[in-house]
């Protein structure tokens, strides 16, 4: 094969070489020869190779193979086996069982859900956000720099849910540039928890024809982050002795307090007094009960929202 620099043909003779002038010496050899060059005049690939190289940083001229190309070492550098080797980005397959079931009415409190939740891989959203802006001769704003931060979503009333996505397919239909991070639900509740996150909100994008996201309470929340087994208050035998204690110590007038599943919040607390009791006494009974169970913290982390039912 003819190299590139060595022309093929030419129409038109070449024109005499014009003699350097005598005063001229050649270019002088590095290694006591002269450079190479084709027929045209122009150095071989090796040698234009050469120069070049000579014209790398020094990083790149003394490649390391225990640095990157920046000549950082590699030594001490985490690069952990992903967890998810073989994930397409498709549901869990014993998590969209466990969602299907839910939205089909075979498990109403989300207790299977949340339990197949606890081992699941999930996907958290991340996008960039600008961390310094600048602007140009010409009046434009632009970012000079950007983190990449998990995204958060804000109600009316100020507080913050985390979205969680079971595929990428449900990732896309709700944000198209935001970046899937895969993680272990637990370890994305415990995320949520350092970021002020009061729920977790699976799916947001689903429509409601295929059920709806599916809103995870502060309760599942501070269980999933607890590596806790969680359990719907009112089937929660631990929160029933807690809740049995405070209505003994808030007054002998109490004679039973009890979670029951609720119907506009996640427990309805039914609360029985002794019977004759004036309106004032039932005012401060409430009072002293409700007062105690702001005391208990088991109270707060498993029970998301709560309305105390009188006489039943």
């Not at 637990?186 to 699976?202: D, K, M, R, S």
Request: hydrophobic share 45%; with cysteine.
């Amino acid at each position: 094969m003819t190299p590139w620099w060595k022309k093929r043909a030419a129409r038109d003779p070449a024109p005499a070489a014009v003699p350097a002038p005598a005063d001229e010496a050649p270019p002088a050899a590095t290694d006591g020869q002269a450079p190479p060059v084709g027929p045209d005049g122009q150095a071989p690939p090796s040698a234009a190779g050469d120069r070049a190289r000579r014209t790398l940083p020094a990083h790149f001229r003394e490649k390391s193979p225990l640095a990157d190309t920046a000549g950082v070492t590699w030594e001490g550098r985490d690069y952990t086996v992903s967890p998810f080797p073989g994930d397409d980005g498709a549901t869990p397959e014993p998590l969209a069982e466990a969602l299907a079931a839910h939205r089909a009415g075979q498990d109403p409190h989300r207790q299977h859900l949340v339990a197949a939740l606890s081992s699941a891989r999930v996907l958290v959203p991340i996008m960039a956000v600008a961390t310094e802006t600048g602007t140009t001769a010409h009046g434009l704003t632009g970012d000079n720099g950007a983190d990449m931060a998990m995204v958060s979503i804000t109600g009316a009333d100020g507080t913050s849910v985390l979205p969680l996505f079971t595929s990428v397919a449900a990732l896309s239909a709700w944000r198209g540039d935001a970046r899937p991070v895969p993680v272990v639900a637990p370890q994305a509740a415990q995320a949520a928890v350092q970021e002020g996150c009061t729920a977790l909100l699976l799916d947001p994008a689903t429509p409601s024809e295929d059920g709806g996201p599916v809103l995870l309470p502060r309760s599942v929340l501070w269980a999933l982050a607890q590596g806790r087994q969680w359990l719907p208050p009112h089937l929660d035998p631990e929160l029933a002795r807690v809740l049995d204690r405070v209505g003994d110590e808030a007054s002998a007038a109490v004679q039973g307090l009890a979670a029951r599943a609720g119907e506009r919040a996640e427990v309805d607390l039914h609360l029985q007094l002794r019977p004759g009791l004036a309106a004032e006494e039932v005012s401060a009974v409430v009072d002293a009960v409700t007062a105690r169970l702001g005391q208990e913290e088991i109270v707060a982390e498993r029970i998301s929202s709560l309305r105390l039912v009188l006489g039943s």
